[in-house]
């Protein structure tokens, strides 16, 4: 891996550098020297970097399935973007608007953050364990997809099956 691709995977990921400095466990004067290209980037940096973008692609997959659950998704032609990480959905018929599950990189514990964006409506989608997070070193419990809905720059509520808020959002983009 050279500088220019360190660069890149770092503008990918979306994360802010102190997110990224913690990941792979570097300082903030390694990261300059690996991007200014003083110094080569060691294989255990590029192993960490591309476990990352596995874990961005397992999500991305994962999505992809929990949308082919709903309701007239069969309308639709799904395409990963391999430049941006962004999941897009296009109407087949040409009619109606492209949906486009954007990449907003990870939230505070690391896990992948999307939004869905249509009109005024903004859906914020989490990759997140199933049953919580792991506490008392029991095994972190399978990862889906919630929607949080959020009210006045916070949290209210998450939707733990995301399923009908997607569904409202394809109906509304195929009548546009």
């Known amino acids: 891996m050279d500088n220019n691709q360190y660069k890149?995977?770092?503008k990918r990921?979306?994360?802010?550098l102190d997110r990224w400095l913690s990941i792979l466990n570097i300082?903030?004067?390694?990261h300059k020297a690996y991007s200014s290209g003083r110094t080569p980037i060691p294989t255990s940096i590029h192993l960490l970097i591309e476990k990352l973008n596995m874990k961005r692609r397992d999500a991305l997959e994962a999505l992809q399935e929990t949308l082919k659950k709903i309701e007239h998704i069969e309308h639709y032609d799904?395409?990963?973007d391999e430049q941006s990480d962004n999941l897009i959905l296009t109407p087949r018929s040409g009619n109606g608007d492209s949906l486009t599950f954007e990449n907003q990189g990870l939230d505070v514990f690391l896990f992948e953050v999307y939004t869905l964006k249509l009109g005024n409506s903004l859906l914020t989608l989490i990759f997140y364990p199933e049953h919580g997070l792991r506490i008392n070193g029991k095994p972190e419990?399978?990862?889906k997809w919630f929607v949080l809905?959020?009210?006045e720059d916070r949290i209210s509520h998450v939707i733990?099956?995301?399923?009908n808020?997607?569904?409202q959002m394809i109906k509304i983009s195929l009548t546009r």
């Open 8 to 10: 890149y995977e770092l």
């Open 78 to 80: 799904m395409k990963i």
């Open 160 to 163: 733990n099956d995301p399923a």
């Open 13 to 16: 990921s979306k994360l802010i």
């Open 165 to 167: 808020e997607l569904h």
């Open 27 to 30: 300082t903030e004067n390694q």
């Open 149 to 151: 809905k959020t009210g």
């Open 141 to 143: 419990s399978q990862r």
